[in-house]
């Protein structure tokens, strides 16, 4: 299997590569040359059996060598079904998510990340320092994954002040020698624009071996579609479609959920939830991808301006129109705009549908979900809920599943608003609010930051 840029003009790549590289030289998003399918029999095969056992199939098209150290990947997670289902009505589901260490469905992809970030720069005799923007959820789930790991370091970036309290302990309360936390006296937006230019910096970027893992990594896209596997043949299959309601930002997660449906899994329709950020759910209904400003919600995981993943979504809903995809990326970047092309959202209607939810209704949904199920779910969560409500009123049938992606303990002041419930921290995370906290503040400025990482990790306070 190789792998090539959105934009055609990177070179093709192995998954491995792929796996260490993050942005195409070209500004591309990594794809495969032709996403794989799954012989039905193989595929009916997997139905019951234990995650680790389908994650190991599902994987290996993608990427056909190694050991993929899915044993220690999941060791970490506090359910054995790893994201178990829950039912929530006749034919409507939640798949939680949110049993890994940071309590967030970004556990899947990066706990995984971790082990194959180890074994595949220790096989090419490298070290890496991966440096992360984070709003909130990532930079937890990136520090518990790489934490005490050899050949990496990790230094996360995150708006000083700026994010909650539970989010920061996550980053701020891990041990570990090989990480840094900073908080950057700015914006989220400034903490990614000094990303991108560490990134942009070619000697410091040499000098430190500077690694990725946001969003557009492409084998976090891989680890994501294993649920989607496991849900649909547990739901579904001879004939019988699962469709998913997915709570969406920067298209990571619903896409994973395209490629399931690709390699031959039993999936109907793919619902797109947005908050008040509706950018994914204007482009799907008019056809016009257009930037606004960011709104600040309930659902902080989910406030995106530009949905980078989407862009993998044009590339193969046009066959894989590099050029289209280009002039398309050139016109954002230009006017803030651009239009897809009649023919391409046709394509892509065939597979999704979207929803927006006001903050109005997420507070309801959550209110409603507790008083009807006495289940909390988290605001993310509620999002995806309201969304699957509207896709029935619109006449959806067949099993429909939500994404819980979030455990409603990461988000308590808005549960608690809204539904005057405290949700309690699981068991093995309870003394999160006694541990000590580790973090240095930054100025908003390039060469400080250049400067700390440089001088080493272990001196950090
Ligand atoms: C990241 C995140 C999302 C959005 O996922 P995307 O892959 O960016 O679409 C939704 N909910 C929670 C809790 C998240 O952390």
Redesign the pocket.
Known sequence: MTYLSTRGAAPQLSFDDVLLTGLAPDGGLYVPEVYPTLDPSVIEGLRGRPYIEVAEVVIRPFSPEGDFHLEDAYRSFAHPAVTPLVQTGAEDFLLEL?HGPTL???DVAMQWLGPMFSSRLAAAGRRMTIVCATS???GG?AIEAMAGRENISICVLHPNEAISNVQRRFMTTVESENVLNLAVEGSFDDCQRLVKEMFAHDAFRQAVSLGAVN?INWARIVA?TVYYVTSSLTLGGEGRLVSYC???????????GFVAKQLGAPIGQLIIATNENDILDRTLRTGRYEVTGVVKTQ?P??D?QV?S?FERLIHAASGGDAELVTSLMGALKQSGSFTLPDAVRARMAEDFLSFRVSEEAVSARMSKTFSETAMLV?P??A?GLEAAAQARVEGLKGPLVT?S??HPA??PDAVKTATGREPSLPPGCRDLYSREERFEVIGADLESLEKRISTGFGTAE
């Open positions: 949110f967030a469905f970004k909130g959820d990532t789930a969003s994501q997915v709570p969406t930002g920067n298209f990571g997660d619903i896409f994973a659902s995981s989910m995106i949905s993943n988290d993310h969560t999002v994404l992606t979030a990461k988000f």
